[in-house]
């Protein structure tokens, strides 16, 4: 019997997202694009005069924000009609379009940044007395200030737009080869069954309970992409070199620090949380060594890494079941959260299961003025169900900065995008070691919540470090080959497993298939929210709703302050190291509640 995957016409409507809610057909979609072109047409009319008044600044930029809102909906739609299927033509053509058409948008738009540099902040202030209007646009007027060091001239911005699509060249050939292009072998378990291996199927398969089955499904999974080596390295060189290209141009003096400052973050709070992990590696160590004591095994392998430390148990949740349990997890953040939640599973904003060319992984993209949606690729696992509120914590925040903010001050920075949805993660969690029933399901769910600090706490923090190395092997002149990454990454996978773990020589080349390496410096902030979520969501838990009031203030906040001051509403200081210090400090007793529970009875 072959377990083949469903071509996208085989899935059931109900498991797939109506997009028909942003666009009922591709005219539509055409009018979209023809708009936002007109819109900025209409913009740059106002070249060499968009400070001249109040007035003008403020005609500009409503122009300005309705043209973006436009444009970011018709590029989400094509994104995501080719992500369902990406070797469905058509979705391709439209996503190739949509990036073309706004790269031209951003081309023409590029001047309006440096128009309003060119003038002294005293001067942008007296326009916002004669304007009164303006100050619907103060957060954005200051953001474009606060970059006043790295804006270059009309032409230079101009140019440096020109190089979007060109720019985006790597992360899209990557994006291509290992959703559409990229093909794996076929393996056999133990009853027969022939299942052909996939991104979206490998971690289940490492997560099963048959050892000989992981071992051959991780061998030949790396072993596939050990074979187009050459090819990973000069995409994550290209991706590299565009990052160096615009750092340099902007007057930066690295990649890295280019990137948090797009995020209006300081360098050093990546540093503290770096120095923090290092100093927490010998708890990583002790879960390494608990985890090869609970499996009884005498080498502890890198296949071994996600299956389960509670063998007798199987936690397989149906989709139906996981609705009903995110809905029940979610009640402490009160009625109106969980009826919106209601409202995306009734109204299909998810799209929920793994198709033939589906891209892998699951996300939740905003279309501002419809609502949120989900991709997912559900396997019916428990990860599954913590993937499944993870993505909705990040649509609600979506959902709650949309309706309270207009739309250029709505989008929040990629810093705070991780709180919330990890925040969900916890309350779930906590809600499930409530409820468990048995000695066996509270250990799987303690074990899950070990894994939750492994993968993010650690396993993002050295994706971090990953890419710090290398861009800093590029910037110093060293290339970036394929044995060089891969020599980097498995030196840096035996530091954070430590001595009990046996680093196998594949895991060299897991960096391959990361897709948040094109990213550029995406990954930190997976670390620093599960910090953050960890100490929100236990507050929650502990003192009710004067917590949940502040914690609404900040998910409706949007980008109108500075994500570190966003994140001190809430209640968390990540200017200092002491939430990661303490997120650490409940990993530590974490293990010591799965040694108790499993080794000390």
């Known amino acids: 019997m072959e377990n083949r ?37 209409k913009i740059k009319e106002n070249e060499g005069k968009i400070a001249e008044s109040g007035e003008t600044l403020y005609k500009v930029l409503e122009l300005y924000e309705n043209c973006m809102l436009t444009l970011s909906r018709y590029v989400n739609y094509a994104s995501m009609r080719h992500d369902q299927d990406t070797a469905d033509v058509e979705g391709q053509e439209l996503d190739l379009k949509a990036s073309g058409e706004s790269n031209k948008i951003y081309e023409k738009l590029s001047f309006i940044d440096p128009e309003i540099l060119e003038k002294e902040p005293e001067y942008i202030d007296t326009l ?42 790597a992360g899209n050939a990557f994006s291509m080869l290992i959703n559409a292009d990229l093909k794996f072998p076929s393996i056999k378990d133990v009853e027969g069954n022939v299942i052909t291996l996939s991104n979206g199927r490998f971690v289940p398969l490492q997560m099963s309970t048959d050892r000989e089955l992981r071992k051959e499904a991780f061998e030949k999974f790396y072993e596939r992409y050990k074979e187009y080596g050459n090819t990973w390295a000069a995409l994550y060189d ?50 390494v060594s608990l985890r090869k004591k609970l499996l009884g095994v005498d080498e502890l392998h890198m296949y071994d890494v996600y299956a389960p430390m509670i063998s007798n148990y199987d936690a397989k949740v149906t989709y139906e079941e996981a609705k009903e349990i995110s ?42 003025g419809v609502h949120p949606y989900m991709l997912l690729n559900y396997n019916n696992t428990l990860d599954d169900v ?98 060089s990454l891969s020599k980097t990454y498995y030196d840096l996978n035996k530091q954070y497993f430590g001595n009990d773990m046996v680093s196998d020589e594949l895991i060299a080349y897991e960096w391959c298939r990361i897709p948040h390496f094109y990213y550029n410096f995406y990954v930190y902030q997976y670390a620093t929210s599960f910090s953050a979520a960890v100490a929100i969501a236990h507050r929650i838990l502990e003192e009710g709703k004067p917590v949940v009031d502040k914690y609404f203030e900040f998910l409706k906040s949007g980008c109108t302050q500075d994500p570190v001051s966003l994140l001190k509403i809430a209640g968390v200081d990540l200017s200092t190291r002491e939430p990661i210090d303490e997120a650490l400090e409940v990993f530590g007793k974490a293990i010591t509640d799965m040694e108790t529970l499993m080794l000390h009875e």
Not at 16 to 32: P, S
Not at 135 to 142: A, L
Not at 260 to 270: L, T, Y
Not at 441 to 464: D, G, P, V
Request: aromatic letters at 12%.
């Open 327 to 368: 809905l029940k997890a979610l009640a402490p953040l009160g009625e109106e959260y969980v009826k919106i939640v209601k409202e995306s599973y009734d109204n299909r904003w998810i799209d929920v299961i793994e198709n033939e060319g589906k891209r892998g992984g699951a996300y939740s993209s905003g279309v501002y």
């Open 238 to 287: 290209g991706q590299v070199k565009q990052q160096i290209f615009y750092a340099k141009a902007r007057k930066y003096n690295s990649t890295f620090e280019a990137a948090v400052d797009s995020n209006n973050i300081a360098p050093f709070v990546c540093d503290n949380l770096i120095e923090s992990v290092h100093n927490g590696l010998d708890k990583m160590h002790r879960y």
């Open 386 to 483: 913590f993937t499944l509120v993870h993505e909705m914590g990040h649509s609600m925040h979506t959902w709650y900065s949309e309706h309270a903010q207009h739309y250029l001050d709505s989008n929040y920075k990629i810093f705070v995008a991780e709180v919330a949805s990890t925040t969900n993660e916890i309350l779930l969690l906590e809600y499930l070691l409530k409820n468990s029933k048995s000695k066996e399901e509270k250990a799987y769910l303690i074990n899950h919540y070990l894994e939750s600090f492994k993968s993010t706490l650690y396993r993002q923090t050295m994706f971090e470090e990953f890419e710090r190395k290398t861009n800093k092997m590029a910037e110093e002149g060293m290339p970036l080959t394929f044995d």
């Open 128 to 169: 916002f007395k004669q304007e009164p209007k303006l100050e619907k646009y103060r957060v954005v007027i200051k953001e474009i200030q606060r970059a006043r060091e790295h804006s270059l001239s009309k032409e230079m911005e101009a140019l440096l737009a020109s190089s979007g699509e060109m720019a985006d060249t």
């Open 5 to 41: 995957l469903p071509k996208r016409n085989e899935v059931k409507p109900e498991l797939t997202w109506r997009l028909e809610d942003i666009y009922e057909n591709k005219e539509e979609w055409e009018k979209d694009i023809q708009k936002a072109a007109g819109l900025a047409s």
